[in-house]
């Protein structure tokens, strides 16, 4: 008992020392730089830049120059072949992180050590903290669909796997999760197997036999909760039938995974009758999630730019729980926590944690072009966009994430900045510039007309198409049934009017730009994707759909061209 009070997490704590570190913002900034250059100072990469111990921030910006991954590129590979010395950190680096890499197309390699594990658990606890005071939650379970990565060594003998592996196999993630009141209702055995289908399954059965205790429902990205209820339609008769039974379904194969199942499942016909009938009363599956897991508090996971999409259907399968986003960050670091959860995903905005990194901001001109010096964190304005540059304390030197942020507002003298895209996310052919969200609205507008056919747009990408003269934009929709011609006629001119944008309006009237073409995929081809990069060494729990392909993209444009069921070209300028 003793224990389980001192482990207990005590949020007004955590909220007082992020409200003191929030006032302190522009000191914390200088502290935190300086800890992390004299850490490093000494490393191969910081005294070729000529820095030689300096250690405040008008010399850093002077001597070490804004990097994007490529340049930082030689200098980890040498890390992961096991060189020994000192080159981008002071101490060894023994762990590899793999970004999900949805964007370029194959997984970065990123440094990662202990300090990333502590600042995401310093993240972790400060929005818990804020979420509990408006959503307390008593002990119990959460169900969560996590998912590991293919663990591997690299040539140098260092651990790789994406970071979320790495945050999950971490003692003190489950320590955390205990103090936090929500320990995954899964097995170890569940969340680590080496088959991501198996471990869906059974993440959904284990959540059936706790569905008393389960409080929270969450992912790292919301697509994982959406995927997984869109599979509980399909496969809900067989878990039923396991918890009747007593016995794991003989599509799960793995003994490890098996084993530890088997300590869990006991034959309950009365459990079983009552989630068929549960089942049996939904309409649409509409509200099933509070309907399976009643005394859930709230749906969790990070709902915010790409993950945008989903949340009509979270919406639907939550029925009114509240859907609460989750912080921002990537593999290279944390950034900021949602220290206000009351928010609808689409305004949540993110406080930046400044003593986990030190960090810049590229102001970004009304055209999307970058003008002149970064500027700090605290002198930032409200209303302006900026691409992030982060310098954290596992070897990146003003690193170009490659996100653009709008500051939306300060809490205390941090700024609260809102997730507008990826920077190299755009569609652009001539003098026109479409983001990710304006992609997004599109889709939504144009999907509204098949919502009348009782269909749905089930995920999407997008690619430039320069074979054709002019170039035009495609866009890919995979939907949930078969729809009418003069419909997908209809959806793809709604598609191509609502880009709004003057340079594409301008450009689509001069016939710069060629006709919008929407594609119809099957069935599943969003999956095969999400499969190709779960074998490159990816994690489901990262995964992003890659809302536009590059060229670079080279196999997902292949999966995508070979399942194009159906053209439509707009004729609506
Ligand atoms: P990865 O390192 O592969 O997990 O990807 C990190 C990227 O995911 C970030 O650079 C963002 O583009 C995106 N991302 C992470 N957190 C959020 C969030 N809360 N909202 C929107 N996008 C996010």
């Known amino acids: 008992m003793l224990d389980i009070l001192e482990e207990r ?210 992912s790292t990205f919301a697509h994982s909760i959406v995927h997984a209820f869109r599979t509980f339609e399909q496969i809900w008769e067989e878990l039923v039938n396991d918890i009747r039974e007593g016995v794991l379904s003989s599509h799960i194969t793995l003994p490890s995974v098996r084993r530890a199942m088997a300590d869990l499942l006991r034959p309950d016909p009365e459990l079983a009758d009552t989630i068929y009938n549960k089942i049996s009363g939904l309409s649409n599956w509409y509200g099933i999630i509070p309907e399976l897991f009643p005394n859930t508090k709230y749906i969790y996971g990070i709902m915010t730019g790409s993950m945008e999409p989903y949340l009509k259907k979270l919406r639907h399968y939550g029925g009114g729980l509240p859907l609460l986003s989750a912080d921002y960050g990537s593999s290279e670091g944390w950034i900021g926590a949602n220290v206000n959860p009351k928010l609808p995903p689409e305004l949540v905005t993110f406080a930046v944690l400044p003593n986990i990194g030190y960090f810049e901001f590229l102001p970004l001109r009304e055209d999307g072009k970058h003008e002149a010096q970064p500027v700090g964190l605290t002198e930032v304005k409200v209303g302006e966009e900026y691409e992030i540059i982060v310098t954290n304390f596992a070897g990146l030197y003003r690193y170009r994430l490659g996100d653009v942020v709008k500051v939306k507002g300060f809490h205390n003298s941090t700024p609260e900045l809102q997730f507008i895209c990826r920077s190299n996310l755009l569609l652009n052919i001539n003098i026109d510039k479409n983001t990710e969200k304006d992609l997004q609205l599109a889709v939504e507008e144009a999907s509204k007309l098949l919502a009348e056919e009782k269909l749905e747009v089930v995920d999407f990408t997008s690619q430039v198409d320069l074979s054709t003269e002019p170039g035009h934009y495609v866009i890919f929709w995979e939907i949930s049934g078969k729809a009418k011609d003069e419909i997908m006629d209809e959806c793809c001119n709604c598609m191509d009017m609502s880009f709004v944008d003057a340079g594409y309006v301008g450009s689509r009237k001069a016939n710069a730009i060629g006709a919008l073409e929407l594609r119809i995929l099957k069935k599943g081809t969003f999956r095969k994707i999400m499969d190709h990069f779960v074998k490159l060494g990816g994690a489901v729990s990262q995964f992003k759909t890659p809302r536009c392909v590059g060229p670079a993209n080279n196999t997902v444009l292949q999966i995508l061209s070979s399942n194009v069921v159906k053209r439509y070209f707009s004729t609506a300028y």
Request: with cysteine; net charge neutral.
């Open 9 to 218: 997490l005590v949020p007004e704590a955590v909220i007082d020392e992020f409200e003191a570190l929030s006032k302190d913002a522009g000191r914390v900034q200088i502290e935190t730089l300086k800890k992390i250059l004299e850490q490093n100072g000494e490393t191969e990469y910081l005294l070729r830049c000529g820095l030689n111990g300096r250690t405040d921030s008008d010399s850093y910006k002077t001597f070490v120059p804004l990097v994007t991954h490529k340049d930082l590129e030689p200098y980890i590979h040498r890390i992961a072949d096991g060189e020994k010395s000192s080159i981008l950190t002071g101490k060894p680096i023994t762990t590899i992180s793999l970004s999900s890499g949805t964007t370029q197309g194959k997984p970065k390699f990123v440094p990662f050590n202990d300090e990333l594990i502590e600042s995401t658990m310093q993240i972790y606890k400060t929005s818990f903290a804020y979420r509990n005071r408006e959503y307390p939650i008593g002990n119990g379970k959460a169900l969560q669909f996590i998912y590991s990565s293919k663990q591997f060594k690299t040539k140098g003998g260092l651990s790789a796997g994406t970071a979320t592996t790495n945050i999950y196999r971490n003692a003190e993630f489950k320590k955390t999760m205990r103090a936090m009141q929500t320990p995954c209702c899964s097995p170890d055995e569940v969340i680590f197997s080496p088959s991501f289908n198996q471990s869906l399954y059974c993440h959904l059965l284990c959540g059936l036999i706790f569905r008393d205790e389960i409080q929270v429902v969450s």
